[in-house]
């Protein structure tokens, strides 16, 4: 069964950071491409940041280019995203999501090119 479980989010006072963790698990030692997605309240769900199986490769979102930053560890599948400068509008519940099938970037921003997700972890930015 594969699972995917986040950890990091919390409260944060504007300006601030916070950092994101992600792993995957029931997935052998095979590694996959892996990104970020967050839903604030009354929003659709928006694309973050995601990370090729190796790690070669990083899309972000326009609203957190230079902001935030993807990584993964060197072995299995655990992903990180460090956030800084982190403002009120980047309150949102932060899922991961996982793709095992064949990963292209240009589909990385749509939530169809990802077949497993978490549950969320939320995210709140203090003004």
């Known amino acids: 069964q594969v699972q995917l479980v986040e950890s990091g989010g919390g409260l944060v006072q504007a300006g601030g950071s916070l950092r994101l963790s992600c792993t995957a698990s029931g997935l052998g030692e095979r590694r996959y491409a892996m990104g970020w997605f967050r839903q604030a309240p009354g929003k659709e769900r928006e694309f973050v940041a995601v990370i090729s199986r190796i790690g070669v490769t990083t899309v972000y979102g326009d609203s957190v280019k230079g902001r935030f930053t993807i990584s993964r560890a060197n072995a299995g599948n655990t992903v990180f995203l460090q956030m800084n400068t982190l403002k009120p509008e980047d309150t949102a519940v932060y899922y991961c999501?996982?793709?095992?099938?064949?990963?292209?970037?240009?589909?990385?921003?749509?939530?169809?090119?990802?077949?497993?997700w978490g549950q969320g972890t939320q995210v709140t930015v203090s003004s």
């Open positions: 999501a996982l793709n095992s099938l064949i990963f292209e970037v240009s589909s990385a921003a749509s939530e169809s090119a990802y077949d497993y």
